[in-house]
């Protein structure tokens, strides 16, 4: 009977011990998942890491470091040093700053930077999509708003191509929600310019809009082919979210130039693309007229399909990066000047961008950039 008692009692102590720590265990992912789930006690943002100053870069997987004056962006596995006597500053990912004074190498990780999260425009990777083939010059193609989502109560700049051979443009924005017969909810008429701020237009939240252009040639917008030109709006809550985001991306003690590329970053982000182009088309105005500054403008036309309008600004991004001795900028620049072309069906011209941007990768030792190039002249060769 003792025995029977005493196997009972243990049991249940056993039962009660592991309740306690399954609930433990619970409580503490509970805890943990809580904790991730918080904004971080400086900003709350995910930003891509960039330093400012004057210092050497070897990006990973190059066989030498690189002299860059002002502002660049920084990967997990790229190590930075400051010029002796100069310092720098690493913001990290939360937006927190790093100073740097001593002449050795740094990273990330050393610097105790949090996970470096994805970018929102990579050249080689899935988040740039190819824009379309070349269509018409007659078509009054749109680009802008395009693919892109607009802050609520945002007042967007309506701009199209000017098409060859038109003198006038019918413009309509267009309601079209699944489902739901499509509703005219903006027009002109017999309009005689390409760009136009519509007056006294609503537009509601987590809706499909759609704008379209027909030109007096008898050509419309959607001759171009592309299916992915519409755009919606955020809703109020979150737009308060963001601008308090712009906010707190103001504070940061970073030159005018990161500004305007960390703000373009996170509007990408979110889908902004129209704010993030709109932020650096600005910051040219404003004189900050750097090879990183048109690249990325060329990056975001890209991103949506517009090659044409990406390639004046990787032009004078490949002029401003020649000028200051900009290296990197160069052989990015090059590429993609090599791509647009190819785009167009131009082979040789874009062969002739693509040797010039292989030979700058050579120069920064990205012999595995190198070889990628000689594949795709290779190609466009047969």
């Known amino acids: 009977m003792r025995r029977r008692l005493w196997s009972v009692l243990v049991l249940a102590?056993?039962?009660?011990t592991a309740d306690f720590w399954v609930g433990s265990s619970r409580r503490a992912a509970q805890i943990s998942a809580l904790a991730q789930s918080q904004p971080s006690a400086t900003l709350g943002l995910s930003l891509r890491p960039r330093a400012e100053g004057e210092f050497y870069l070897q990006r990973e997987g190059r066989s030498g470091a690189t002299l860059f004056r002002g502002t660049a962006r920084i990967s997990?596995?790229?190590?930075?040093?400051?010029?002796?006597g100069r310092r720098v500053t690493v913001f990290c990912s939360d937006g927190t700053p790093r100073i740097l004074h001593e002449d050795i190498q740094h990273s990330l990780s050393s610097l105790g930077c949090p996970t470096n999260p994805q970018p929102s425009l990579e050249r080689n990777g899935s988040r740039i999509r190819p824009p379309r083939n070349p269509v018409d010059p007659q078509v009054p193609y749109i680009i802008s708003p395009r693919a892109t989502t607009l802050l609520f109560g945002s007042k967007p700049t309506l701009r199209w191509h000017q098409a060859r051979g038109a003198n006038s443009y019918e413009v309509r924005i267009i309601r079209v929600d699944e489902g739901q017969e499509e509703e005219v909810v903006w027009e002109r008429k017999r309009f005689k310019e390409t760009t136009v701020v519509p007056d006294n237009l609503s537009l509601q939240p987590g809706v499909t809009y759609l704008l379209t252009v027909k030109a007096d040639n008898d050509k419309f917008s959607y001759d171009e082919g592309a299916g992915d030109t519409g755009f919606k709006v955020i809703s109020e809550p979150e737009t308060q979210r963001i601008r308090m985001a712009k906010q707190q991306l103001d504070s940061l003690e970073m030159?005018?130039?990161?500004?305007?590329?960390?703000?373009?970053e996170f509007y990408a982000d979110q889908g902004l693309i129209?704010?993030?182009?709109?932020?650096?088309?600005?910051?040219?105005?404003?004189?900050?007229q750097t090879a990183i500054i048109y690249r990325t403008v060329g990056d975001l036309y890209y991103s949506i399909g517009l090659g044409s309008e990406a390639k004046p600004y990787y032009c004078e991004a490949v002029k401003q990066a020649e000028d200051s001795g900009n290296v990197e900028e160069q052989a990015l620049a090059l590429e993609q000047m090599g791509e647009v072309y190819a785009l167009l069906g131009q082979k040789d011209e874009a062969i002739y961008w693509l040797r010039q941007a292989s030979t700058k990768y050579e120069l920064l030792g990205d012999l595995l950039h190198v070889q990628k190039l000689a594949e795709r002249i290779e190609g466009l060769s047969l």
Request: glycine content about 2%.
């Open 13 to 16: 102590l056993l039962i009660i």
């Open 274 to 288: 129209f704010d993030a182009i709109q932020t650096l088309e600005d910051a040219i105005t404003k004189r900050n």
């Open 76 to 84: 997990p596995g790229d190590l930075i040093k400051p010029v002796p």
């Open 255 to 264: 030159s005018d130039e990161a500004k305007a590329l960390v703000l373009a």
